[in-house]
């Protein structure tokens, strides 16, 4: 995760282009480059899904192997070049999700 996180978070579409927290408040600059107007928690739960599916990936895997007997250096960062894509759902389970949407909106 150490190697990686920064790499992963600063790709993710939250951090490349904030939303405001709260259109409410939004300055009439559109400062983007505030942190304060960022959803960083997104940004957060995203980064770590993609690690999740890099830890998955069969071309990370000699890696991790690597990573078990040689620890990295304190504070050493790695580029991540191709974080795997999300799988799509199952239909089946899609439409379930489709389904339960209603239902709570009725």
């Known amino acids: ?10 790709q993710q ?17 559109n400062n983007n480059d505030n942190p304060s ?3 960083i928690g997104v940004a ?3 980064t770590f899904h993609a ?6 990936a069969p071309e990370y895997r000699n890696e991790l192997i690597r990573l078990r007997s040689l620890k990295p250096n304190l504070g050493e960062r790695r580029a991540a070049h191709d974080i795997p894509l999300p799988r799509p759902l199952p ?16």
């Not at 995760?1 to 600063?10: G, M, R």
């Open 1 to 10: 995760c150490q190697l990686y996180l920064v790499s992963v978070l600063t």
């Open 13 to 29: 579409p939250t951090w490349l282009e904030p939303q405001p927290l709260d259109n409410n408040n939004v300055n009439d600059n």
């Open 37 to 39: 107007t960022m959803d």
């Open 44 to 46: 957060l739960r995203m």
């Open 51 to 56: 690690l999740d599916r890099m830890i998955d």
């Open 91 to 106: 239909p089946q389970q899609s439409q379930q999700n489709h389904d339960n949407n209603n239902n709570n909106n009725n």
